[in-house]
Each structure stands twice: as C-alpha cells, then as structure tokens.
C-alpha cells in the first residue's frame, strides 16, 4: 500500500554535496517520522538521521554539521542535504518510514516500518 521513492545519489568527488528525497505514496494513515539509514560494505548498518512530523531531528555523531534532515509534512517527503561529503561517507542510503497505512473508512493497518530501495552514494576522487 505504501512506496518509498528515493533520488539523489551518485557519485561526487570528497568535499561535494548531494542532495537525496524520499517520497512515500499510497494509503497512509498516520506517520511518525522518516529517516535515512545506511550500509557500507562489510559494515554494520547504521541509522544516519531521523525527523518527526513534528520536526524533531536527530543525527549521528559523525554527520552533525554536514548532513541536514528535513521535511515536507504535506508531501510526505524528506530530504537529506549531505555537504563536505567523505569518503567514509560512500554507502547505501535507505530510506525508512514509521507509519500506520490504511485508510480511515476500511480500517488502518498495524504500525511499521517501510523502506526505500536504497541509493547508492559514492564519494571518491
């Protein structure tokens, strides 16, 4: 009922920027929050930053100052600005939404979590 589209990635040299979106469509009957999570080869996966639809945000320690999450609550979309980008940045950034799908008249679904497909991003020169 619910998809998460993701754009964005790509390859940028170390010191770039890029830009990722997230857009959830389908029937959404309540969400939570959104965020980005990613996975570098051989590493543990790792959530990078998370926003509520009230504006709440949160980041991992070694993304603060760089990487900007934000929202719009109307479109159900979320961005992820990333600057001064690193190598150790390079992963599979995916999107996640924490959601109640459904609709009012035929009832909500349970309250989980969707994923993006993922996005590569690639930063090496």
């Known amino acids: 009922q619910v998809q998460l589209v993701e754009s964005g990635g790509g390859l940028v040299q170390p010191g770039g920027s890029l830009r990722l979106s997230c857009a959830a469509s389908?029937?959404?009957?309540?969400?939570?929050?959104m965020g980005w999570y990613r996975q570098a080869p051989g590493k543990e996966r790792e959530l990078v930053t998370s926003?509520?639809?009230?504006?709440?945000?949160n980041y991992t320690d070694s993304v603060k100052g760089r990487f900007t999450i934000s929202r719009d609550n109307a479109k159900n979309t979320v961005y992820l600005q990333m600057n001064s980008l690193k190598p150790e940045d390079t992963a599979v950034y995916y999107c996640i939404a924490d959601l109640i799908s459904g609709e009012w008249y035929s009832g909500p679904s349970f309250r989980r979590n969707y994923w993006g497909q993922g996005t590569q991003v690639t930063v090496s020169s």
């Open positions: 389908g029937s959404i009957f309540r969400l939570f929050a």
């Open positions: 926003i509520t639809s009230g504006g709440s945000t």
